[in-house]
C-alpha cells in the first residue's frame, strides 16, 4: 500500500512540473523572479562597435546586465548622431558622450544630461602634425590648417589656443572627416588623433615622422567618454540607473582583465573589424581608462571639470558658467561595488 502512495505520490509531482513548466513556456504564468521581468533600456554609442566601447558589449555578452534585470539595447552611432541630443530627448535611456567639454556645452544649452561616470581619465587625443613641418607647440598653430572633429573636441582646442594667446581666428580650422587622407596627404598641417585609434592607424601606415601636441602640455585636461542619462530618468528610477551603472563597470572590469575573450566578443559583434588593431585599441584604452593613481574605473575629476568650465567661459566656448553639481552626478559611481572599479 505504501508503495502505491509513493508512486502515486510521484507520478502527481511529475504531472504538476510538467504542467508548471507548459504553462510559463506559454505565458500562462506571471514569471517569477526565476526570470524576472527586466527593464527594457537602451544606451546610444558614438561610433559602431570597437575596442573604445568593449564594457558595454561584454556586459551585454557575460549576462551582467541580464543579472541586474535589464534588457539592453545597444545602439550604435555616427558622425551625424548627437548622443546628449538622444538622450536628452528620451529616444535613447543612456548614452556614452563626448568629454567634459561636451557635457557642460550640452547643459548650457539647456539639454537636462547628466554624467555618471567618465570612462577615459585622461586626455586621449591629440595633435599631430610632422617633424619637418616647424610645429612644434600650440604657438605655432598661427597662420595653420588644423583639422578637428566637431564632437566637442574643437572647445579642448579653442581652450589650449587660448592659452598662448590665440584665438580661433588665428587658424583655419577645418571639420575633420573619418579618414585620415588630408593629414597623410598634407592637405591640412595638424589633424586630430586618438592615442587608441588613429595614431595606432598611421602607425600601421608605416606614417611615423609624427609630432604629438597634447592640450595637457597647456594644462588643458579632459576627461572623456562620458556616460550619461537625463534627469528625467534619474527622478523616476534611480534604482535602474543604479543597476545599469553596477553592470557597465562590471563589464568594463572584466573586459579589462580578459582582452583575448573580450577581443572575441566584439569580433563576433563586428566582424569586420581588424583583431591586432582591436586588441592595440584595447591595450591603449586601458591605460586611457586606469591610469597609475586612478581612483576607480569611471572616476570623475570634479575639480577638472570646474577647470575646463571655465577655460570654455574664458575662451568663448561657453557662454556662461553651468552648475558642475548638477551636471555631474557622483552618487551612483560612489555605489558601485569597489570590485567593479578595479583592476587586479
Not at 137 to 156: I, L, N, R
Not at 205 to 230: C, E, Y
Not at 308 to 315: F, I, P, R
Request: net charge neutral; proline share 5%.
Amino acid at each position: 500500500m505504501q508503495t502505491i502512495k509513493t508512486l502515486l505520490s510521484t507520478t502527481a509531482r511529475r504531472y504538476l512540473t510538467s504542467l508548471l513548466c507548459a504553462m510559463l513556456l506559454a505565458g500562462a504564468l506571471p514569471i517569477s523572479a526565476q526570470t524576472a521581468e527586466r527593464d527594457k533600456v537602451s544606451v546610444r554609442l558614438k561610433w559602431l562597435a570597437q575596442a573604445q566601447f568593449a564594457g558595454f558589449y561584454v556586459a551585454q555578452e557575460k549576462g551582467f546586465y541580464r543579472n541586474n534585470q535589464l534588457e539592453v539595447t545597444i545602439n550604435p552611432g555616427g558622425p551625424n548622431i548627437n548622443v546628449e541630443t538622444l538622450v536628452a530627448s528620451g529616444a535613447d535611456t543612456f548614452g556614452l558622450a563626448g568629454g567634459m567639454e561636451s557635457v557642460l556645452t550640452a547643459r548650457e544649452k539647456g539639454l537636462p544630461v547628466v554624467a555618471l561616470a567618465m570612462s577615459q581619465q585622461r586626455t586621449p587625443f591629440v595633435f599631430v602634425t610632422y617633424d619637418d613641418s616647424g610645429i612644434h607647440s600650440f604657438k605655432d598653430f598661427k597662420g595653420k590648417k588644423v583639422s578637428v572633429w566637431f564632437t566637442g573636441v574643437q572647445y579642448p582646442l579653442l581652450a589650449s589656443l587660448g592659452q598662448v594667446g590665440l584665438s580661433k581666428n588665428d587658424i583655419t580650422l577645418i571639420p575633420q572627416s573619418v579618414s585620415l587622407n588630408p593629414f597623410i596627404d598634407k592637405q591640412v598641417d595638424v589633424a586630430t588623433v586618438t592615442l587608441y585609434n588613429e595614431y595606432n592607424t598611421l602607425k600601421e601606415k608605416g606614417v611615423t615622422n609624427l609630432r604629438l601636441i597634447s592640450p595637457d602640455d597647456v594644462g588643458v585636461t579632459t576627461q572623456q567618454d562620458a556616460l550619461i542619462t537625463s534627469k528625467a530618468v534619474i527622478e523616476k528610477d534611480p534604482a535602474l540607473v543604479q543597476r545599469f551603472v553596477n553592470a557597465t563597470l562590471e563589464g568594463w572590469q572584466y573586459a579589462l582583465t580578459h582582452r583575448a575573450e573580450t577581443l572575441d566578443i566584439l569580433m563576433k559583434a563586428n566582424p569586420g573589424l581588424n583583431r591586432p588593431h582591436q586588441q592595440a585599441m584595447l591595450d591603449s584604452v586601458a591605460q586611457l581608462m586606469y591610469p597609475e593613481g586612478s581612483p576607480g574605473l569611471g572616476s570623475v575629476n570634479l575639480e577638472q571639470a570646474e577647470k575646463m568650465m571655465n577655460l570654455l567661459v574664458k575662451y568663448g566656448a561657453l557662454k556662461q558658467p553651468v552648475d558642475i553639481n548638477q551636471t555631474f552626478d557622483l552618487s551612483f559611481w560612489q555605489n558601485v561595488p569597489a570590485g567593479y572599479k578595479t583592476l587586479n
